[in-house]
T-cell receptor, first 115, second 112 residues
C-alpha cells in the first residue's frame, strides 16, 4: 500500500545546479505535504511543507510545487550545495480525527551534490 | 532551539525481553508520535498520543506495544516481548499545532 511514492532512489547533481526531487501520492484526502531531510544516524529534519490548497511554497533555496490534479509534488533546491547531500523524504499528512496527524512517508531519495 | 531527545541511542536486547524506549518531546507540544524504520525500508507510523491517550495506532502497534506519558515530560514506548523483526530505528516525534512534526535522533533497537 504505497500511498506516497518516491520513484527515484538516488539523484546526483553538480554543486550550484538545481536539484529536483519528485513525489507522487494516491490518497486525495491528504491535506498537507512535507519534505524531510535525513542524515545517517539522525532523525528526519523538517524542511518545508505545503497545504493542499496551495500550489507553491518557497523558503530560501527550497521551493515545493504541488500539482493536485496529477497528485504530484516536487522539491526544488537551488543552488544545490554539498551540505544538501542527504536522504530526502516526502511525507503526507491528513487529519484523521481524535487528534492525529500521522505522517505517511515515501521511501526517500538519496541526493548527492558533487562539488 | 528546542529539540526532541531520545534515550538510549542504541539498545541491544535478547528476543523475548522487554524494552522501554524513552523520549522527551518539545515542551509546549501537544501531540506525540512513535515511528519506526526497518533498515532499508520507509519510515512507518506506529502510534499517536494526544490528551493522555492513544489517538491512533497502526496495524504494527499490536498488544506487544504500549505507550505512556508518565510524568508530563517523558513519552515512552514499551515492547513487552521483543522479536527479531522488531529490530529497527525508532523515532519519537512531537507536534504543536500541525502539521510539521519534529523528530528525535532515534533509538537503534537490535534484537538478538
Amino acid at each position: 500500500d504505497q500511498q506516497v511514492k518516491q520513484n527515484s532512489p538516488s539523484l546526483s547533481v553538480q554543486e550550484g545546479r538545481i536539484s529536483i526531487l519528485n513525489c507522487d501520492y494516491t490518497n486525495s484526502m491528504f491535506d498537507y505535504f512535507l519534505w524531510y531531510k535525513k542524515y545517517p544516524a539522525e532523525g528526519p529534519t523538517f524542511l518545508i511543507s505545503i497545504s493542499s490548497i496551495k500550489d507553491k511554497n518557497e523558503d530560501g533555496r527550497f521551493t515545493v510545487f504541488l500539482n493536485k490534479s496529477a497528485k504530484h509534488l516536487s522539491l526544488h533546491i537551488v543552488p544545490s550545495q554539498p551540505g544538501d547531500s542527504a536522504v530526502y523524504f516526502c511525507a503526507a499528512s491528513g487529519y484523521s480525527g481524535a487528534g492525529s496527524y500521522q505522517l505517511t512517508f515515501g521511501k526517500g531519495t538519496k541526493l548527492s551534490v558533487i562539488p | 532551539e528546542p529539540e526532541v531527545t531520545q534515550t538510549p541511542s542504541h539498545q541491544v536486547t535478547q528476543m523475548g525481553q522487554e524494552v522501554i524506549l524513552r523520549c522527551v518531546p518539545i515542551s509546549n507540544h501537544l501531540y506525540f508520535y512513535w515511528y519506526r524504520q526497518i533498515l532499508g525500508q520507509k519510515v512507518e507510523f506506529l502510534v499517536s498520543f494526544y490528551n493522555n491517550e492513544i489517538s491512533e495506532k497502526s496495524e504494527i502497534f499490536d498488544d506487544q506495544f504500549s505507550v505512556e506519558r508518565p510524568d508530563g515530560s517523558n513519552f515512552t514506548l514499551k515492547i513487552r516481548s521483543t522479536k527479531l523483526e522488531d529490530s529497527a530505528m525508532y523515532f519519537c516525534a512531537s507536534l504543536a499545532t500541525g502539521p510539521e512534526q519534529y523528530f528525535g535522533p532515534g533509538t537503534r533497537l537490535t534484537v538478538t
